[in-house]
């Protein structure tokens, strides 16, 4: 059974910094191309940071230079690092894993306040 099971979530300043976490089971981890996903209230869920099982990354633009994503494949764990975050950086964020399947975390949710 796939479980991702992300973490690190909460209320913080515009300003100010968090750090999600996917701990991933039931997947070859390190072979998987992972991701972090979010989505506002009322609108779509959009990409927000991958990276690959050989350590590329890519991000949206919007978050280009403020967020870092990596991974450490001998814990099965992904992150996302937040930095000078902004109010419509609120929503939940999503863990996803794209290898031999497709798979979602449950989500965090981040509030980012003014």
């Known amino acids: 059974q796939v479980q991702l099971v992300e973490s690190g979530g909460g209320l913080v300043q515009a300003g100010g910094s968090l750090r999600l976490s996917c701990a991933a089971s039931g997947i070859i981890f390190s072979t998987n191309t992972m991701a972090w996903y979010r989505q506002a209230p009322g609108k779509q869920r959009d990409f927000v940071a991958r990276i690959t099982s050989e350590g590329g990354t890519n991000y949206a633009d919007s978050v280009q230079g403020r967020f870092t994503i990596s991974r450490e494949n001998a814990k099965n764990t992904l992150y996302l690092q937040m930095n000078s975050l902004k109010p419509e950086d609120t929503a939940v964020y999503y863990c996803?894993?794209?290898?031999?399947?497709?798979?979602w975390g449950q989500g965090t949710q981040v509030t980012v306040s003014s």
């Open positions: 996803y894993a794209y290898g031999k399947g497709v798979y």
